[in-house]
């Protein structure tokens, strides 16, 4: 049997690739940026490794604006990255949970 290729997607703050389900996708759609833990969500998107790093470093780069090719502003950049800090909490104690 054949083994199927992994999609590789590139973090937009650390610049690495690496597999699709190891980042987490940002979209861009109708002038609202949002998180898509799903990778389904309208819209252009960005991949970011999940980690708090990455995001400031994207931001502070103004990685978002080049990726979008829109700039969507620090309030919404700093919205999305409240959601994605309880996302990796969220993850965390969830994985947490299944050591016990």
């Known amino acids: 049997m054949k083994n199927k290729k992994q999609p ?3 973090c937009i703050g650390c610049m690495q690739s690496k597999p699709k389900e190891q980042l987490i996708r940002i979209a861009w759609f109708e002038g609202k ?3 898509d833990p799903t990778g ?3 819209g252009r998107g960005v991949y970011i490794c999940r980690d708090q790093a990455c995001l400031e470093k994207a931001t502070k ?4 604006a080049r990726s979008l ?3 969507p502003g ?3 950049i700093e919205r999305v990255a409240e959601e994605l800090a309880a996302e990796l909490g969220r993850q965390t104690a969830e994985g947490d949970d299944h050591a016990e």
């Open 74 to 76: 620090r309030p919404q």
């Open 61 to 64: 780069r103004g990685a978002f």
């Open 33 to 35: 940026l949002s998180l």
């Open 69 to 71: 090719h829109e700039d």
């Open 40 to 42: 389904k969500a309208k």
């Open 8 to 10: 590789m997607r590139r």
